[in-house]
Each structure stands twice: as structure tokens, then as C-alpha cells.
């Protein structure tokens, strides 16, 4: 049984909390939190973009500490899960690492490609797992493309466009926040850049267009380029401001033998139009969101039951992602120019 200790109360905690009820082989044994309401179980305040609001939860049964260093300190905790502000996720993870514990942080690594590389490597110097919970391969669809990525079931990729829109998150105080969220590029784009580099590799260069906001980037679009260049990678993600807008995220993945097309704003449901000039519609099940989050968190703790890294939450995939993210950004201020990765 994995021991979990859950830092952060926030609706990362949150969901987080609810998923592992789902998990075999783990239990959540303690909760850090400096707001002593939620800290004791009053979650009424905590609300998202999906899933319920939360509720008055029985947390009597659980270790429960205001400070990170009490929480590390517990010998009972075998794996920290980080639900924290992306500004406090390297501190916390080296000294979670330091402290001998297993780290699962929620996306992104962190905010800064500096901080994520020493969170990379504290891991491999103490020896523990260091996973980030980058959940857009355990959504259906996105677990079906990987799957098709992997298999070889299509032929080889040839590449794919995709997308990843939202309305202004006025909920979001600090979404714009170089320190705070990130800004879109890193608190939305990156669940496609981590998918990206997961597809396709490392690319080479990047070539982005978009617009600025303040020290972040609003809306872009970006070129992926690679060494082979028959391989075509294209993704436009960022916010607009008509509130009627929903979310909206999708892909078009070329392989040799096969397109998948999948859209969740235009209600296209995953798609295969073959070589043969078939159409198919996979079934893929009833989903909610917030299903993905026990298969997440199943495969960390199979990782660390098995000792045998995830592929999908490797801390270097998803710091390289990070990488990515802050070059497109740095092509968007220089007008467009390519910039080496």
C-alpha cells in the first residue's frame, strides 16, 4: 500500500482526494494546507471548471499539517502529491525528493525550465520518482491516439494540427501572472506540447505567431519543426474573449495509413478515416472529466509498486515540455523568427 500525503487543498487537492477512493494500492493518509478551514474539511469554497463543488469532508481520520516540513517530516507518507501554485512546485518537490518520498506534482513542472531541470535531477540524485500529473493521455481520446502512436497499427506518423482554446478565465486572478499561473502558454498549451513531445519527439526548432499579454503569451499559433521534414506539426491555443465561447480542444493526427480527428467543440466525436476511404467511430464509453484522474493516478502508483518508470508521467518529458513552451514564447517576441530548441 502506498502511503499518500496530499499538499495543497485547492480543486487540484481536491480531485486529487476524490480519485484515489478509485485507486487499489494506495491510501491517502495525511493533508497539508494553511487555510485551517479546509485543513479541518470545510471544501464548500472549492469550485472548478468541471466536476462537483466541494463539500464538508470527515478528514478526522488523516494526518493534517499547516506547514510543508511537518508533512515530510512524517514517516508514514511514502509519496507527496503536490497540488500546490506552480510558483511553489520545485521547492516543494526537491525537499519532498530530498526528504526520501516519491513526488507526484500536478502540471506544470513549474514555471521556470531552470527550476524544472533541478527538479529532474534532485530525482535522479536521491533515487526517488519524480512524476508530473500531465492528465491528457488518460482522456479517452488522447489515450486512443498515443495507443495508435505506439502500436503502429496506422503506419508511421506523418504528423497532426492541434488545438486548445478558452474563453478569458475571469476566475483566474493571477492566470497572466508570469508568477502566478503562467499565463496560457503554460497553464493551458502545455497539456498539447507535453502530448506533442510524446507523439513526435523533441523538435528541433519552433516558429510561433501570437499576440501578447503583458509578459505572456495570449493566442499563438506555432510550427513544431523537426529533423525529418516530411513530419508536419501544427497547434493554435490561447484565449478569446467572448464568454460564450466553451472550452474547446482537439486534433488532427496524421499517420501513413490513417487521419484521426477528434473535436470537442464542434462535437466531433474521435473519428478514423482510414486509407481504404472508411469512416469509423470508435466507442469510446461514457466520460466525465474527472474519470481520468483515478486512471492518472493508478499509473503513478503502479510506477512506483513496480519500480519501473512511467512513460507517461516522466518528470524530463514533461520539464521538456516546459522547454518548449518558453521557446514559443521567445518566437512570438521576436516576431515570429524560428528558434532553435
Not at 15 to 34: F, P, Q, S
Not at 170 to 188: A, R, T, V
Request: charged share 25%.
Amino acid at each position: 500500500m502506498i502511503r499518500v500525503g496530499i499538499c495543497g487543498v485547492g480543486f487540484m487537492g481536491m480531485t486529487h482526494y476524490n480519485a484515489y477512493k478509485k485507486v487499489r494500492g494506495a491510501k491517502v493518509v495525511a493533508l497539508c494546507e494553511k487555510d485551517k478551514a479546509r485543513l479541518n474539511g470545510d471544501w464548500r469554497s472549492i469550485k472548478g471548471n468541471f466536476g462537483p463543488r466541494g463539500t464538508i469532508v470527515d478528514v478526522s481520520h488523516l494526518a493534517r499539517y499547516e506547514n510543508v516540513e511537518d508533512l515530510l517530516a512524517d514517516p508514514n507518507v511514502d509519496m507527496v502529491d503536490i497540488c500546490l501554485p506552480p510558483s511553489l512546485h520545485a521547492q516543494v518537490a526537491i525537499a519532498a525528493l530530498k526528504a526520501g518520498k516519491h513526488v507526484l506534482c500536478e502540471k506544470p513542472i513549474a514555471l521556470r525550465l531552470a527550476d524544472a531541470r533541478r527538479m529532474v535531477q534532485t530525482a535522479k540524485q536521491t533515487g526517488k520518482m519524480l512524476m508530473i500529473a500531465h492528465v491528457l493521455p488518460f482522456v479517452p481520446e488522447y489515450t486512443f491516439a498515443y495507443k495508435a502512436a505506439t502500436s503502429g497499427q496506422f503506419g508511421r506518423l506523418r504528423g497532426g494540427h492541434f488545438k486548445r482554446v478558452i474563453s478569458d478565465p475571469l476566475w483566474l486572478k493571477d492566470f497572466y501572472d508570469p508568477n502566478g499561473c503562467g499565463g496560457p502558454m503554460i497553464d493551458l498549451h502545455i497539456h498539447d506540447a507535453h502530448f506533442i513531445r510524446l507523439l513526435f519527439g523533441m523538435p528541433k526548432a519552433v516558429q510561433s505567431i501570437g499576440r501578447m499579454r503583458g509578459e505572456v503569451a495570449e493566442y499563438f499559433s506555432t510550427q513544431f519543426l523537426f529533423d525529418d521534414p516530411q513530419l508536419v506539426v501544427t497547434a493554435t491555443s490561447g484565449v478569446i474573449y467572448q464568454q460564450g465561447r466553451p472550452f474547446t480542444h482537439g486534433y488532427e493526427i496524421h499517420f501513413e495509413k490513417a487521419t484521426i480527428v477528434f473535436d470537442s467543440g464542434d462535437g466531433m466525436p474521435l473519428t478514423i478515416y482510414d486509407e481504404k476511404g472508411k469512416v469509423r467511430r470508435p466507442k469510446l464509453g461514457e466520460f466525465d472529466m474527472t474519470d481520468a484522474f483515478p486512471i492518472e493516478l493508478s499509473e503513478a502508483i503502479r510506477a512506483i509498486q513496480s519500480g519501473t518508470p512511467s512513460a507517461l508521467l516522466d518528470g524530463q518529458l514533461a520539464c521538456d515540455a516546459l522547454h518548449l513552451g518558453e521557446r514559443q514564447t521567445q518566437s512570438i517576441k521576436a516576431g515570429g523568427k524560428r528558434v532553435k530548441v
